[in-house]
Structure formats: structure tokens, C-alpha cells
């Protein structure tokens, strides 16, 4: 396992910014293999290794087309900025969880590299 990071941007680029949409790429079974935070015509987009689960995490354009869906678990998040973010490593050294918040401090959202997929988790309520 080489040493990277999750984060492929400064994210003090982004912190503060308006989320104006959440889209994912999916199975169809619910397995997201790429979510994107839309903050206007750019996005955070979260992408899944599918061979060792690691999370990256770029600043892109705001991704288009009909393989882009809404990500109904985190439509709270629509309309809120763009708070703080967490990068987890698990105990074999895989980057394999970001979290974020929406309006503050608290991590709300945890999203975790599990089985060749990105895992969605709702932690707390938005503030």
C-alpha cells in the first residue's frame, strides 16, 4: 500500500460554500461508487477503490448526464454550507472514511469505503 491522500485539493477552497445539489453513480442496488457535493458549476467528488476501498476525495466541474442520480439520503444537506471535514484511516492503514458537516462544526455525514462501494451514514441532524 502506497501513502496517499484522500483529499486531492486544499480544502479551505471550499469550506463555506453553498451546497446546491448531492449526485451519486450507483448499481442500481444502492452501491455508490461515486457521490459529488455540488457547490454550484464545481462538486467534491468521492470515489471508491474497488480494490482496497480507499476514498478520494477532487475538486472537478460539476458533473453531468443521466448516470449521475440524486443521492436522496443527503438531500438535507441541499441548501446548507460546507463545513468541516474528517478523514478516517483504518487500523491496516487504508483511507477508507471521510466525514463532513453542513453549517458547522459537528460531523453530519460519514461516508465510508466498504466492499467496493462508498457506504452512506447520517451521524448526527443538521444544526
Known amino acids: ?3 496517499q491522500t484522500i483529499l486531492k485539493f486544499d480544502y479551505a477552497a471550499v469550506e463555506g ?3 446546491t445539489a448531492v449526485l451519486g453513480q450507483a448499481d442500481g442496488n444502492g452501491n455508490w461508487w461515486s457521490v459529488a457535493i455540488l457547490l454550484g458549476s464545481r462538486a467534491l467528488v468521492l470515489r471508491v477503490d474497488a480494490d ?3 476514498i478520494s476525495v477532487a475538486l472537478e466541474a460539476a458533473p453531468e448526464g443521466a448516470d449521475w442520480a440524486t443521492v436522496e439520503p443527503m438531500h438535507f444537506a441541499i441548501g446548507s454550507e460546507l463545513g468541516w471535514c474528517w478523514i ?3 487500523h491496516r492503514g487504508y483511507l477508507d ?3 463532513v458537516s453542513f453549517s458547522g462544526l459537528e ?3 460519514l ?5 467496493s462501494a462508498i457506504q452512506l451514514r ?6
Open 111 to 115: 461516508f465510508i469505503g466498504m466492499a
Open 97 to 99: 472514511m471521510f466525514a
Open 52 to 54: 482496497s476501498d480507499q
Open 1 to 3: 500500500m502506497s501513502d
Open 88 to 90: 478516517g484511516r483504518n
Open 17 to 19: 460554500e453553498t451546497v
Open 122 to 127: 447520517r451521524v448526527s441532524p443538521p444544526n
Open 107 to 109: 460531523p453530519q455525514f
